[in-house]
């Protein structure tokens, strides 16, 4: 049972995100929802849900793989605008969208966009899991989840290399390095300098420039350029 509960400000990961059954007297905004194999939500006993004494509004709902995102009673709704529409008394002012966290699995802080300057200020949270202020200057909303942030407007990573794959290769001539790229931005990055260092029995420093458009949170592979291992050897890149 959940009844007479107060929830603000939280980043829940699970599968489902939240499940909810037999609750009144409740208070739900400012959450995240992240739903890693089921529904970002799971809300039961209709009966008594939403009624006068239940709150359930500015959250962000997420569900990692496809599927509908929030389950209510024996109704599934693909979207955050599929449920409004059908509870319009519940979450009029929540979104759904992927928010990004650092590390799913370890990290929940957040750099997407979805959950930035989306939050209801008369909670009255003060300030966040890491002890910043609520809201983050220069804004004036609070931002849903855990953590206060600003989204980074530009901002890339190296998270792979794509090419070589193996740690046991037959030499080449023309061994081609490809390594993995992410937009951690908000903003679309083109023209982004790719540089890789290569040390041990071979040794290069290889340089390209990605052309893009790479989209907000997006990979691509990128060929950064070629090296002689026809000789073998160990390397790192």
């Known amino acids: 049972d959940f009844e007479y509960v107060n929830l603000y400000h939280n980043s829940v990961v699970g599968s489902p995100g939240i499940f909810i059954n037999d609750y009144e007297g409740c208070d739900l905004r400012n959450n ?19 009624t006068p004494n239940v709150v359930n509004d500015y959250n962000l709902y997420f569900r990692e793989s496809a599927g509908d995102i929030i389950q209510y009673g024996a109704n599934n709704y693909a979207d955050i605008n ?5 509870i319009p008394n519940s979450n009029s002012n929540s979104v759904d969208g992927n928010p990004f966290f650092v590390d799913v699995l370890s990290d929940l802080h957040v750099i997407g966009a979805a959950a930035n300057d989306a939050g209801d200020n008369t909670v009255g949270v003060l300030t966040d899991i890491d002890g910043d202020t609520r809201p983050i200057s220069p804004s004036t909303t609070v931002d849903i989840g855990a953590d206060e942030y600003s989204p980074l407007t530009e901002n890339a990573s190296p998270v792979g290399i794509f090419s070589p794959r193996s740690t046991f290769l037959c030499g080449d001539s023309m061994q081609t390095v490809e390594v993995i790229i992410q937009n951690l931005g908000i903003n679309p990055i083109s ?33 950064v350029g070629v090296i002689y291992t026809a000789l073998g050897g160990t390397y790192d890149i």
């Open 82 to 86: 599929a449920f409004q529409a059908a």
């Open 191 to 223: 023209n982004l300098p790719v540089d890789a260092i290569i040390t041990g029995d071979v040794q290069a420093v290889l340089g390209t420039i990605y052309t893009g458009p790479l989209a907000a949170f997006e990979t691509d592979t990128d060929t």
């Open 32 to 50: 995240i929802f992240y739903g890693t194999g089921n529904f970002a939500a799971d809300f039961q006993d209709p009966d008594t849900s939403f």
